[in-house]
């Protein structure tokens, strides 16, 4: 029987079945969902072949959503901080996050020209679950890549129907990896991308935290690729089809190889405070270079880090009357000088989700015959056999 922590449901290896050689330990999904209360859900919409026809399809897109504190939980809020490597990107109510250390809504993701959608299906389906809630103004966190090489991504394809079906669909356990929800229709490192999640346990003392990343991964140039410290990308002989001229027919320009973006959820429910949740997502630039990239300029590349546990102090509501003479918010948090262990969770963490979203999954082929090839996994696990690792 295999183990969630390396094999996907359907018993498709994930990178850890592969053999690579990966540190850390992961928790029991060896997911995000390993943090208490984190559900994701995800809808995929994938329609037609053929010539781009806009409003039409090809599709090749959806929705990811990701419930911090479960269903039950929303409105109540998570010590937060966030962190832009490249700004090429959008993730929307970061304001907010800079200015109170905290949101208490869902993160929904997906390309790039369906924010607006995301962002009304997040207020529409807050307004059916907590319309106490929704009475305050409500500053979703919407963020996105961009599909437009596989995907019809000005047709208006994903709607706020499928948003709120994304968000009703979250569950805690294994969670879909590669060509599914927000990441359909992604490539990383010009192989077939998409989402990749991991986690790591952290020991402090007699306890135990969880820190993990979800990625939604559309980065990186195929010279760059490197799995567990081996560059393998220029090793791997396989067809690029994105190496062709469609990017100056389509778009008159042609932006390196390596453009795309990447977005990155971490989670944890170790007490921090909303600085030290900036402090993790700093570091997922780490783990991200791991696997190769160096960002690039027409990358967006935006992380949010954020802790579970619970967080007082920081409100969620207005206040209503003049404040009490006892009225003060408690946060418990990590003193900084211990927090070593959760920055180098989160590297693992996100390097091994990125390797995830490669691994598990296959070629597509999108609008007007644009293909993208899978990872050659073989060969991957070849190489590392060559090495003896």
Known sequence: ????????????????????????????????????????GQV???????PLRVGSGPVRTGVTAILPRGRDGVGRPCA???HSLNGNGELTGTTWIEESGAFNLPVVLSNTHAVGACHTGVVSWVNDVRPQLARQWLLPVCGETWDGYLNDINGAHVRPKHVEQALNSAA???VPEGSVGGGTGMNCYEFKGGNGTASRLVSYGAREFVVAAFVQANFGARHELTVAGHQVGTLLDVENPMDSDWFAADLGV?????????????????PLLPGQCKALARRVPLGLARTGTTGSHFSGDIFLAFSTADADGLASAFPLGPPADDEFGTLRFLPWGRMDPFYEAV???????????LVVNEDMVGRDGHRTPRLPVDAVSALFADTGE
Do not use: C, K, Y
């Open 1 to 40: 029987m295999t183990s969630p922590q390396t094999h996907t449901t359907d018993g498709r290896p994930r990178a850890r079945g592969l053999q690579i050689p990966l540190t850390g330990r992961p928790g029991r999904f060896n997911a995000i969902t390993d943090v208490p209360g984190v559900e994701v």
């Open 44 to 50: 995929t919409l994938v329609e037609g072949d053929g």
């Open 80 to 82: 937060a901080g966030w």
């Open 172 to 174: 805690s356990g294994p």
């Open 254 to 270: 042609r932006p390196p190889p390596g453009a795309g973006s990447v977005i990155v959820v971490v989670a944890t429910d170790a």
């Open 347 to 357: 590297v693992q963490s996100v390097e091994e989700a990125v390797l995830n979203a």
